[in-house]
């Protein structure tokens, strides 16, 4: 049994391809990626691992630009189809209505999430130049006020449930260190206010040898009939350095720390030369996914090589049905 999105809004005009003729694999990539290349802001040495949402009658987002100084930003853009976007040239200004926060240092990884009236930004954020989990909220992508912290350093990809369970917000996160950290494991945490976070829950630990070295949540899980949808990127140590794949994982709906199903292989590696040939080779990262909740439709955006942003597609009903045959329950 396949199962239907829920919450979720049509999206018409979702980006999309159809699944090329004689396709086996379960998601398929745009064949004029990379949607946004490189160098689409003047500043720009590379825009990657960025996230996008509906916005309007187009799409809206927040994407990570690292400067020709190699600062890592955070620029909001627009677009009407989700293809082609008009990045801002100057990064994101966060108004921070209390003094205490501290000004921005540097971000990067952003995931956008809609929470009841406003966009959430949650993004790996320096406190004191140590990573952590950033938070701001915008209405508008022209101004966004930013928020404490939502954990201590040191830890990376916070995104967040689009609505509360269970009276609480939830967001995932993976605990790591100061570098380009060996492990890590994906945990999830409950707040009543999107400030205090606290009923910390393991969620799962990296499996096969495609996901040996650390997993993290990409982009915001999407809630179906049968359970949170969550892609995830895992991180295989090659004799070459680190390899970036992403697969899926189904959640339990009203206890998204427990697994029901998750996937026994990459749905997607980097393959292509825009994948494997870039400032950091060999990495797809997804960090945001468009759907369609007519079709089951779902657009993921994922960065490339740490250079540039890609787009492909699937549908839930795929990716269910590819997790009920060949997927893994948990142990
Ligand atoms: C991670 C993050 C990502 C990046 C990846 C591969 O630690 O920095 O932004 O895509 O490494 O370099």
Not at 119 to 142: H, Q, S
Not at 184 to 199: E, H, V
Not at 202 to 228: D, F, L, N
Not at 240 to 263: I, Q, T
């Amino acid at each position: 049994m396949n199962g239907k999105i829920i919450g979720g809004t049509s999206l018409p005009h979702i980006p999309w391809q159809d699944k090329p003729a004689g396709c086996r694999d379960v998601l398929w990539r745009y064949t004029e990626n990379p949607v946004i290349r490189r160098d689409a802001v003047p500043c720009a040495n590379s825009i990657f691992n960025s996230a996008a949402v509906p916005f309007g009658d187009g799409f809206a987002g927040v994407f990570r630009v690292d400067d020709r100084a190699r600062n890592m930003q955070l620029h909001a853009g627009f677009s009407k189809d989700g293809i082609h976007w008009d990045i801002q040239p100057e990064r994101i200004e966060f108004v921070r209505n209390d003094p205490e926060i501290q000004p921005f240092q540097y971000g990067y990884d952003p995931r956008v999430c809609f929470i009841e009236d406003r966009y959430y930004v949650t993004w790996c954020n320096a406190l004191d130049w140590k990573p952590t989990i950033g938070m701001a909220y915008t209405f508008d992508f022209r101004t966004f006020y930013q928020t404490e912290n939502a954990f201590l350093p040191f830890n990376r990809n916070g995104v967040m449930f689009p609505r509360k369970i269970n009276g609480m917000y939830m967001m995932l996160s993976r605990p790591s260190d100061s570098g380009h950290t060996p492990f890590g494991d994906i945990f999830l945490s409950q707040s009543p206010d999107l400030t205090f976070w606290g009923k910390h829950r393991h969620v799962m630990s990296p499996q096969a040898p495609w996901e040996s070295t650390k997993i993290g949540a990409g982009p915001v899980p999407i809630e179906t009939e049968r359970g949170w949808l969550l892609f995830y990127h895992g991180v295989l140590t090659s004799c070459n350095g680190f390899v970036y794949s992403f697969s899926a994982v189904l959640l339990d709906r009203d206890e998204p720390w427990k697994v029901l199903r998750r996937g026994r292989e990459y749905l997607l590696s980097p393959q292509r030369d825009y994948e494997c040939v870039g400032d950091v080779p060999n990495v797809v990262f997804p960090c945001a996914a468009l759907t369609d909740a007519d079709t089951g439709r779902i657009a993921i955006y994922y960065g490339c090589a740490d250079t540039c942003t890609s787009l492909c597609f699937t549908t839930v009903d795929d990716v269910l049905a590819w997790l009920d045959e060949s997927g893994i329950a948990p142990r």
